[in-house]
């Protein structure tokens, strides 16, 4: 027997992007659990930090994720799954100084929601690649889960001693 797909209505004009090319997913869970536990760790580590800047900066950085797996000659294409704006590009979308961008880069990625982060060469140019996850799991407590069922448990000590 084969499987149906069932199709549910979608709310307002979601089908409509959906259908439509420049639209990305985000798991809700990262709003609603792991940010606001991020920015509580954040605060209680280092009460004078802008913790919140790592939402609009998240969301610059993937909405410039390459997803075209081969390039148009066919080859392999490296940077597929990476994001990789400009550090002035990041500040032109999200108003944070590029400054702040390596704080946010190493909370982000402490708590596993980019799970690389590279410097990539072309010739004398320096690029910086980010990798976000997707994030499939999350714990009722706002932490992402690894593939194995562990709890990703940042390590702020050396990122807040700056």
Do not use: C
């Not at 990262?30 to 004078?48: A, G, T, Y």
């Not at 950085?61 to 990041?90: C, H, M, T, V, W």
């Amino acid at each position: 027997m084969a499987q149906q797909t069932i199709y549910r209505e979608q709310p307002n004009d979601k089908k409509e992007l959906l259908e439509a090319e420049g639209y990305e997913l985000f798991n809700r869970e990262l709003m609603r659990k792991v940010f606001p536990r991020i920015i509580s760790d954040i605060k209680k580590h280092k009460k004078s930090a802008k913790a919140g800047d790592i939402i609009p900066f998240y969301f610059a950085l993937l909405s410039y994720i390459d997803g075209n797996k081969q390039r148009a000659d066919g080859s392999e294409n490296e940077r597929y799954g990476y994001s990789f704006p400009s550090q002035i590009r990041l500040q032109e979308m999200t108003g944070i100084n590029v400054k702040r961008h390596k704080l946010l880069t190493d909370i982000l990625h402490a708590n596993g929601i980019l799970s690389e982060v590279k410097d990539y060469y072309e010739g004398t140019k320096r690029y910086k690649w980010y990798k976000p996850s997707f994030f499939p799991r999350i714990s009722d407590d706002g932490y992402l889960v690894d593939e194995n069922g562990q709890k990703i448990i940042p390590n702020y000590s050396e990122i807040l001693s700056e």
